[in-house]
């Protein structure tokens, strides 16, 4: 059974920096494409960023682009998201999920085994 767990979420001023993080449970971490997604109220879940099995390459969203960074270390079975310069407009809650089949690599049906989120607040 596969379980992710999110953290790191929490409030913080335009302009800071947080580090959110995605632990995974049970085997293969390290054979599968990690994703995050947010959703901010009222609103649908939305690509921000992915990562290939080895870390090698990665993918980030236009709108967090320049800002946002992500990593893996297989070896904790961890996938991380570097968030800087955050906007308000980044307020949501953020989730880790694994990718479990091909297409664009930010579609929502590529993902299962999605965590409970983590939120991040932005004030202005």
């Known amino acids: 059974q596969v379980q992710l767990v999110e953290s790191g979420g929490g409030l913080v001023q335009a302009g800071g920096s947080l580090r959110l993080s995605c632990a995974a449970s049970?085997?293969?971490?390290?054979?599968?494409?990690m994703g995050w997604f947010r959703q901010a109220p009222g609103e649908d879940r939305d690509f921000v960023a992915r990562?290939?099995?080895?870390?090698?390459?990665?993918y980030v969203a236009n709108s967090v682009k320049g800002r946002f960074t992500i990593s893996r270390d297989n070896a904790k079975n961890t996938v991380y998201l570097q968030m800087n310069s955050l906007k308000p407009e980044d307020t949501a809650v953020y989730y880790c999920?694994?990718?479990?089949?091909?297409?664009?690599?930010?579609?929502?049906?590529?993902?299962?085994?999605w965590g409970q989120g983590t939120q991040v607040t932005v004030s202005s």
């Open positions: 990562i290939n099995w080895s870390g090698s390459m990665t």
């Open positions: 049970g085997r293969a971490f390290s054979s599968y494409d």
């Open positions: 999920a694994r990718r479990i089949r091909d297409g664009s690599g930010s579609s929502l049906g590529e993902y299962a085994y």
